[in-house]
């Protein structure tokens, strides 16, 4: 089953407010991005999931939100938790939730580069002492 293009657009229409958000095609459902970093994802069962990390994380707890579970019955979670239900019927509720979920995934890319640029300087000082 695939997510519902009307959602998708939905999404789209509520997320304008933050900058140019589009969507990518992902795994039957759909990524929102925005410069470049995805913060938004709509799963093919039209359920939407906004990203979250240690910083947001209580917040979607505090409102009954669960996490995104690719699998089923498994314990793996993926840094995404559902949307709120007034966030999808009020444009100002999902601004305030969608630029908790911004703020997270912008600290992930973040801590995503910084990883990058040390694994760089560990292979640069390695093959200086070669």
Known sequence: MAFSPELR???LELLEPLGPVTARPMFGGAGFFLDGTMFVL???SDVLYLRTDEETRSAFE???MGPFRPR???SFVMPYH???PEAM???DAMQ???ELAWQAARRGRRRKESRARGRKKSHASKEKSS
């Open 96 to 98: 305030e939730w969608a």
């Open 82 to 84: 559902e949307a709120p």
């Open 72 to 74: 089923p019955g498994k």
């Open 89 to 91: 019927e009020d444009p």
């Open 42 to 44: 709509l799963t093919r």
């Open 9 to 11: 657009d939905h999404v």
């Open 62 to 64: 505090a409102a009954g």
